[in-house]
């Protein structure tokens, strides 16, 4: 059975992180040397045009997830230190409240036409919707696997923009369930086989016929309830010392500034797709996609928000919800052809495009409260900066076990910088 607290993993080797991946996971051998080998160059010369070769990232495992009551590893595929340790540390905090719940919806995607030339609006309009039941058969009618799977067309919508650069024209959304696919060939091309009826109709011109990536359609939730007394030890970091109700409430107010600033939210929302972009990268999925739809939505209202939301439930508890638009699949796209990806899937035993969007809701939820937490205390540089001196040492030439003794020296002087690491390097290697 999958555990994913695996004690001390951090203080291991390679190797051994890998051993006990094997011990703890349900990979075979094969996909667990998979979810970390490069690609195939032929294989990324078939996925984009002109290509040399393929370029890494690292990949690690954020442990002590439990999500809706599992126990999941989950994969993060990420250049920046921090991020990992910092969602792994939250979840195993919420994990003492019984982890993470999360839901997600149908996997609904939009597929808008713009349709150009209509002589009367409304009266088009209201022409469209009349013949919807019949416009969904035929869009349906169409061989497509999707439907065999239980997808296909559910609903039209019909829109008017009023002001635009060139005056008013129509919308039409396309509601499309794409059941485990992230689905942006599907619903592109049931919108270019729904255009000339559009046109018959309408009398207009079906100009832009495209999936919308403000899929507010297909949401994903995560909730956690963090127990004030767990929040104690958060407080504890070196010679600083808050209790679990100053920690507590410096995170709502952290979050009171995102909700209230787009310059704020900005960042804050940046520190919530930190957590939700590796699990996307990880498993193939297009991560500008959510990225588009996840900021669009933070928009809704007209002012950028934050995507989270923090408060203290009636017990004096910190409850933590993140909602947002979550597009991503199980089959198709990269997923399908990546082999890391594959075997990420599988790390992660999700049967569904919606299972895969709970985690990843998680994930996000957990790295949110990472760095409040962070800022809310100790400041964000002081926990990133061990982290973060490693890769000055690596930059200044350090190599195997120097890189560490170069990071500890610069976070001990808290003098993280590319020069001081080669001095220090420079000493280190002549053996003073
Ligand atoms: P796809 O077409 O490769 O895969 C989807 C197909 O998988 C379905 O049509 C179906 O035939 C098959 N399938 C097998 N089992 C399925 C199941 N259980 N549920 C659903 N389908 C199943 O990929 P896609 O998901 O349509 O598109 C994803 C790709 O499109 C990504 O690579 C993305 O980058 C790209 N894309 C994105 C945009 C955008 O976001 N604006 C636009 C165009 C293309």
């Not at 104690?232 to 010679?239: A, H």
């Not at 973060?388 to 910088?417: D, N, T």
Request: net charge negative; with cysteine.
């Amino acid at each position: 059975m999958t555990t994913s607290r695996i004690p001390g993993f951090y203080n291991l080797t390679l190797e051994e992180r890998r051993a006990k991946l094997a011990d703890a996971s349900p990979l075979s051998p094969g996909e667990l040397i998979r979810l970390t080998s490069p690609l195939a160059p032929d294989i990324a010369s078939h996925m984009v045009e002109n290509a040399l070769g393929t370029f890494s990232l690292p990949l690690g495992i954020a442990l002590n997830f439990m999500v809706n009551g599992r126990d999941v590893l989950v994969p993060m595929v990420i250049e920046e230190p921090s991020v990992i340790a910092g969602a792994s540390f939250m979840a195993k905090l919420a994990r003492a409240n019984g982890g993470f719940t999360a839901t997600s919806t149908e996997p609904l995607m939009i597929g808008q036409l713009q349709v150009l030339d209509v002589e009367e609006l409304s009266q088009a309009a209201e022409r469209v919707l009349a013949k919807k039941a019949e416009l969904l058969t035929y869009v349906d009618a169409a061989e497509s696997s999707l439907k065999s799977r239980g997808g296909g067309a559910r609903d039209l919508e019909v829109r008017i923009i009023e002001e635009s650069p060139i005056g008013k024209f129509l919308v039409i959304h396309l509601i499309y369930d794409v059941r485990d696919a992230m689905g942006a060939n599907a619903v592109n091309t049931a919108c270019e086989r729904l255009a000339p009826k559009i046109e018959e109709i309408t009398g207009g011109r079906a100009h832009l016929k495209i999936l919308s990536n403000l899929t507010d359609k297909r949401m994903a939730k995560a909730t956690c309830v963090i127990p004030v007394n767990e929040l104690e030890i958060l407080g504890q970091v070196d010679n600083l010392s808050y209790t679990g109700e100053e920690v507590r409430d410096g995170i709502i107010a952290a979050y009171a500034f995102a909700a209230a600033d787009p310059y704020r939210a900005a960042t804050h929302n940046k520190g919530i797709m930190n957590g939700v972009d590796p699990v996307v990268i990880a498993t193939g999925n297009d991560w500008r996609a959510i990225e588009a739809g996840a900021h669009a939505y933070a928009a809704r209202s007209g002012k950028y928000t934050s995507l989270s939301t923090w408060s203290k439930d009636k017990d004096g508890n910190l409850a933590g919800e993140l909602e947002m638009p979550l597009a991503v699949g199980i089959v198709g796209g990269a997923t399908k052809v990546h082999p890391a990806a594959q075997a990420a899937v599988k790390l992660m035993n999700v049967k569904s495009a919606g299972e895969l969007a709970e985690i990843v809701v998680s994930v996000g939820l957990a790295q949110n409260m990472a760095a409040l937490r962070a800022l809310a205390t100790e400041g964000i540089q002081r926990g990133h900066m061990s982290l973060h001196a490693r890769q000055v040492a690596i930059a200044a030439g350090a190599s195997g076990e120097l890189i560490e003794k170069v990071a500890s020296q610069m976070a001990e002087e808290r003098v993280v910088r590319i020069e001081r690491a080669v001095e220090i390097l420079k000493s280190l290697e002549s053996g003073k």
